[in-house]
C-alpha cells in the first residue's frame, strides 16, 4: 500500500461521523467567526461590483 504520510496514532481521527466528538464551545465559536468573517467580506465585493464602495 502507498503510504499517504498519516501515522496509525491518527487514522482513528477520520472515523465514521458516529463516533465523531461533540463539538466543543471553541469549535463552534470558531466555526461562527470564519462565517462572519466570509459573509463580510462576500458583501464587501458584492458592494464594490454594484458602486456601493469605492
Known amino acids: 500500500m502507498a503510504d499517504l504520510g498519516i501515522s496509525h496514532a491518527h ?3 477520520y472515523g465514521s461521523v ?3 466528538k461533540p463539538l466543543t464551545t471553541r469549535h463552534r465559536l470558531q ?3 470564519h462565517g462572519a468573517i466570509f459573509t ?3 458583501l ?3 458592494a ?3 458602486g456601493v464602495v469605492g
Do not use: E, S, Y
Open 40 to 42: 463580510a467580506a462576500f
Open 11 to 13: 487514522v482513528n481521527q
Open 48 to 50: 464594490m461590483v454594484c
Open 18 to 20: 458516529g463516533a465523531k
Open 44 to 46: 464587501f465585493v458584492v
Open 31 to 33: 466555526t461562527v467567526l
